[in-house]
């Protein structure tokens, strides 16, 4: 089995990637980690062959160790990938420069191998604005590759449509979360795109350690992992139905001599569109090198799938897409909450008092001061929204992709409504006006995708609409219930 898989003409990085995600754990009591001593620990990693490592602007030290290697201790060529992940308030192309230079700083390098873009709230679309100057700072030369990090398979694909070159998206993957197996892996397989994957042990909880044990309270678990993927345990059926897919694991693992961590990460590393796993270590303590490496000695059968898929059938389903979990409840983070992020979501658009009862956005098309009117307005608990195109500022997103498009529109639908005080449930009547009547199925079931549990009136029509790259516009009626 080939342990390496290559992302781009540029970028070739070990199928296990170490994620330094556990430094910041290492050092949330306020300590700081000794950045050359914990340097050194990286060397057994790279000696064994696993020469990536996945890091954040928000892993503690994590940046400046992985530099400190590179620059000071390592003789192998090895690949240093990190994330941004801003706060969901508005930002200019300084701010992304900044964020950017801050990285090549701390890890003491010309240009990032992979920079890769986290965004909170796809209906404020300062996340396009984000992708395209990092997309100006991978033509200056600053960033060599652009990743996405928790993004779902509609907006992968509009990002995707808009002119970013985008070669990854790092995603949540296990036997407990199989979200990124069905509609992220059918757009991963169009625009040829890997998955880079974490989460695959579950925390540490996927392993025979936990096997046959009580279900620990929250007080005893440990790290901040742990305290995350208990939720996903939760989630998917609770503590019982998980010593069963335990079980099911010990029977395969036994069957090849081997351990239950490796059968999890062999079933995942197989999985369609899936570059890499994403493996944390806590540097330093326990490192597991050997033991993982073991996973490339495994070859699953279909006896083996089957047992497993079995298993996993009677696990309840993690709700939503991909990276769903950091934007829709229920929220699996290590707090089950979003506070230590950020405060509040600001409001995508600025709301603007007309009368004490009448307020009105503007979402800065062209067309808006164009023909004199609103993106949306609202009249006492009535929000009516104009027929929207997918335009940002004077670009067309989501290229000729109609899906792409309904999208995007819907997210500026959304964004309206959220801006004036409500929620896209309050929608209860959608227009749609479709350029090709061919695109009809597929801007209908991006359109279900949305709406399936809202349900609103609707109506779709052929028309010619105004400007011909535009494929599908939609307009919506909204009431905010008192």
């Given at each position: 089995m080939n342990k390496?898989?290559?992302?781009?003409?540029?970028?070739?990085?070990?199928?296990?990637?170490?994620?330094?995600?556990?430094?910041?754990?290492?050092?949330?009591?306020?300590?700081?980690?000794?950045?050359?001593e914990t340097a050194k620990c990286m060397k057994p990693y790279v000696d064994a062959g696993i020469t990536t490592f996945d890091m954040a602007d928000h892993y503690g030290s994590a940046e400046l160790i992985a530099g400190s290697f590179r620059n000071n201790l390592s003789k192998e060529p090895i690949q240093l990938l990190t994330k941004w992940v801003p706060d969901p308030e508005q930002k200019t192309t300084q701010d992304v420069r900044s964020?950017?230079?801050?990285?090549?700083?701390?890890?003491?390098?010309?240009?990032?191998?992979?920079?890769?873009?986290?965004?909170?709230?796809?209906?404020?679309?300062?996340?396009?604005?984000?992708?395209?100057?990092?997309?100006?700072l991978k033509e200056e030369g600053?960033?060599?590759?652009?990743?996405?990090?928790?993004?779902?398979?509609?907006?992968l694909r509009i990002a995707l449509n808009s002119g970013v070159e985008i070669i990854?998206?790092?995603?949540?993957?296990?036997?407990?979360?199989?979200?990124?197996?069905?509609?992220?892996?059918?757009?991963?397989?169009?625009?040829?795109?890997?998955?880079?994957?974490?989460?695959?042990?579950?925390?540490?909880?996927?392993?025979?350690?936990?096997?046959?044990?009580?279900?620990?309270s929250r007080k005893h678990l440990t790290t901040w992992s742990?305290?995350?993927?208990?939720?996903?345990?939760?989630?998917?059926?609770?503590?019982?139905?998980?010593?069963?897919?335990?079980?099911?694991?010990?029977?395969?693992?036994?069957?090849?001599?081997?351990q239950i961590p490796i059968i999890a990460m062999k079933y995942i590393m197989d999985r369609p569109s899936v570059g890499a796993i994403i493996v944390g270590a806590r540097l330093g303590e326990n490192d597991h090198i050997k033991d993982n490496m073991k996973v490339f000695d495994i070859n699953l059968d279909e006896d083996d799938i089957n047992l497993i898929e079995n298993e996993q059938r009677q696990l309840l389903p993690i709700s939503g897409d991909c990276g769903d979990e950091y934007?829709?409840?229920?929220?699996?983070?290590?707090?089950g909450d979003l506070t230590h992020h950020f405060d509040a979501l600001p409001k995508p658009y600025k709301s603007i008092e007309i009368t004490k009862n009448r307020n009105t956005v503007n979402s800065g098309t062209l067309w808006e001061d164009l023909a004199g009117y609103s993106r949306a307005v609202k009249k006492d608990n009535?929000?009516?929204?104009?027929?929207?195109?997918?335009?940002?500022?004077?670009?067309?997103?989501?290229?000729?992709d109609a899906i792409a498009?309904?999208?995007?529109?819907?997210?500026?639908?959304?964004?309206?409504?959220?801006?004036?005080?409500?929620?896209?449930?309050?929608?209860?009547?959608?227009?749609?006006?479709?350029?090709?009547?061919?695109?009809?199925?597929?801007?209908?079931?991006?359109?279900?995708?949305?709406?399936?549990?809202?349900?609103?009136?609707?109506?779709?029509?052929?028309?010619e609409l105004i400007g011909s790259e535009y494929l599908v516009e939609i307009e919506a009626d909204a009431v905010i219930d008192k």
């Open positions: 390496y898989c290559k992302l781009s003409p540029n970028l070739k990085v070990s199928r296990i990637i170490t994620g330094l995600w556990q430094i910041a754990d290492m050092e949330k009591d306020g300590s700081s980690l000794d950045l050359n964020a950017v230079e801050i990285s090549l700083d701390r890890m003491q390098s010309e240009a990032i191998d992979l920079m890769q873009f986290h965004a909170w709230n796809y209906a404020n679309p300062y996340w396009l604005d984000c992708l395209f100057w990092l997309q100006e600053l960033i060599k590759n652009i990743g996405l990090t928790n993004f779902d398979s509609a907006h990854s998206n790092q995603v949540s993957h296990s036997l407990l979360d199989q979200r990124a197996g069905s509609k992220m892996s059918e757009v991963c397989q169009e625009f040829n795109i890997k998955l880079l994957v974490f989460g695959v042990l579950a925390g540490g909880f996927l392993s025979e350690k936990w096997l046959g044990l009580p279900e620990p742990q305290m995350k993927y208990k939720r996903y345990i939760d989630a998917t059926g609770g503590w019982e139905q998980f010593q069963k897919l335990l079980n099911t694991l010990q029977k395969v693992s036994e069957k090849h001599q081997s934007r829709k409840a229920p929220i699996l983070t290590a707090a009535y929000i009516a929204i104009s027929g929207t195109t997918a335009t940002h500022g004077e670009r067309v997103i989501g290229g000729n498009q309904t999208h995007f529109i819907i997210d500026k639908i959304e964004g309206s409504i959220e801006s004036l005080g409500g929620t896209l449930k309050d929608v209860i009547r959608t227009r749609i006006f479709i350029k090709n009547i061919k695109d009809w199925k597929a801007i209908a079931r991006a359109h279900g995708e949305r709406f399936r549990d809202i349900s609103p009136a609707n109506t779709m029509v052929k028309a």
